[in-house]
């Protein structure tokens, strides 16, 4: 188990904002009674960098953003379990590059659907309980990845609906993922953490094999040999309750748990001995009143910037390329009051979207500098 090493004092952001970029409310917009979970622009495809996609309920629905602040519906897909509550969704594409949706939530079925035809492409069974989280492999688009409560970590081929690698075990997590993410340039690693209070880091490299496998296999997907991956390469307690969002950021990770604040830090790992290494904390960014888990903060394509919402409807955005932290801006509206689920930030930043307890969908802004 990593430890903190004594003497590494990290830096604190304040939250006194630097007015570095001012927001604006643009649209509200409110989708229905139920809470929306997840809401994620597609960063895979560059036709199609305006449009989002949201989760709440047995509903998945698809979005544009368009000038002066403008939210047009695109499509919506309804599940036929009306007692399914979608929790995450992830924008991938098949081998052809044509985008696909991938959501799941508290059913354990991961629904990929088909955008072009408006239609269910694949339906994965597997995970024994409710999915936190489904992320994409940026440099491969048709594979992802899902966090589920039932402590594992499974790695999928949208294309083939192969399930390839199963993240669990002897060295596995011992209470619900809530979060996953591939490394943005190491296309073998990825990073876990749940209400086990850890952030774990696994390596595909040995078994690489299976996941080009996956890609030729011909035979029923039920039949291919998914492998069981026990033991990650390195584990890391860098905070003291739920962890329930974490992103790298280069070689470094951002993790959030419930205690108010971002963290980034860098995994030391020793190669000689999986599961070892230290940790150095780098910065903290604070989150007044997040202190609800199931909050998910985001950051635009190029992380130099991620927005957090908090339980009483505000968002902090925070500058990720500086040190100190650097808060460019707090932003709040008399009538969001909900706790906000999850933020997303479009290409540039320029644009942040909050999805809420309460059903709606708020769209924020940068105003153009006079």
């Given amino acids: 188990m990593a430890k903190t090493p004594l003497g590494c004092e990290a830096a604190v952001g304040s939250l006194t904002a630097s007015k570095k970029r001012e927001y604006r409310v643009t649209n509200r917009v409110q989708e229905g009674k139920r809470p929306l979970y997840a ?36 499509q919506s897909y309804v599940d036929e379990d009306k007692e ?27 629904r990929v659907i088909d955008t072009a035809s ?44 192969i399930c390839i690698l199963i993240f669990s075990g002897a060295g596995g997590h011992r209470n619900e993922v809530l979060s996953v993410d591939f490394h943005p340039s190491d296309i073998y690693r990825i990073a876990s953490c749940g209400m086990d209070n850890t952030v774990k880091i696994w390596s595909m490299k040995e078994f690489w094999t299976y996941v080009e496998k996956s890609f030729t296999w011909t035979d029923l997907p039920s039949k291919f040999p998914t492998k069981y991956v026990q033991f990650p390469v390195f584990i890391a307690s860098v905070h ?31 190669e000689q001995s999986p599961g070892e290494g230290a940790v150095d904390i780098l910065q903290k960014y604070p989150v007044p009143e997040c202190d609800i888990w199931f909050i998910k903060f985001s950051c635009d394509f190029h992380y130099n910037a991620a927005a957090i919402g908090n339980r009483e409807g505000k968002i902090f955005v925070w ?28 290409f540039d930043g320029s644009t942040i979207l909050s999805c809420c307890e309460d059903g709606t969908i708020w769209r924020w802004d940068a105003v153009a500098a006079s």
Avoid at 59 to 71: A, K, S
């Fill in 240 to 270: 003291s309750n739920y962890v329930d969002c974490n992103r790298w950021l280069g070689d470094f990770i951002l993790s959030k748990s419930v205690d108010n604040e971002i963290v980034l830090w860098e995994p030391k790992t020793k």
């Fill in 39 to 74: 809401v994620a622009f597609n960063f895979i495809d560059s036709r199609y960098f305006n449009v989002f996609a949201t989760v709440g309920g047995n509903r998945v629905t698809v979005y544009q953003c368009l000038e002066g602040g403008v939210v047009a519906v695109l």
């Fill in 118 to 161: 408006e239609k269910i492409h694949k339906s994965f069974v597997g995970h024994g309980d409710s999915i936190n989280e489904i992320r994409t492999q940026p440099l491969k688009a048709s594979l992802v990845v899902s966090a589920s409560k039932d402590e594992s970590v499974r790695l999928w081929n949208v294309h083939t609906g």
């Fill in 319 to 346: 500058e990720l390329q500086s040190s100190p932290p650097v808060l460019i801006a707090r932003l709040t509206h008399v009538q969001c009051k909900s706790p906000i689920r999850q933020t997303a930030m479009s």
């Fill in 84 to 110: 399914e509550s979608f929790y995450t969704l992830s924008w991938a594409c098949n081998v052809d590059g044509l985008p696909y949706l991938v959501a799941g939530g508290i059913n354990g079925i991961i």
